[in-house]
């Protein structure tokens, strides 16, 4: 089970930090990604970490502008995001998966468990 947390309002130009906490097992050996979807659009692909190589993936829209990274812990991935824009406003969902081939990091439908999102958003 993954839990998505630390959304919430936030004004353009400024910071959010979204977490993503697995329960019953940790991320070692995982891809783990961030998906947002907004109102009226299809899911789409944010960020990903690939745990053991600790191999990271933007989507070009965040690039420059949002980090992921292991938590303190085995268990936890966090999502930094700054400089924050309106069109940044969705639902952001974590995902994992354990067996994840490196072509499907930026696949939603090829992940197996899902958090149930965060609601994010910007004022501008």
Known sequence: QLQASGGGLVQAGG??????AASGRTFS????GWFRQAPGKEREFVAALRWRARNTYYADFVKGRATIS???SENTVLLQ???VKPDDT??????ADWSLI??????APDYDYWGQGTQVTVSS
């Not at 910071?15 to 993503?20: D, E, Q």
């Not at 969705?90 to 995902?95: D, G, I, L, N, T």
């Open 81 to 83: 995001m700054n400089s």
């Open 102 to 107: 490196l072509s499907s990091t930026w696949s």
């Open 90 to 95: 969705a639902v952001y969902y974590c995902a």
């Open 15 to 20: 910071s959010l930090r979204l977490s993503c």
């Open 29 to 32: 050996g995982a891809t783990v």
């Open 70 to 72: 292991r938590g303190s």
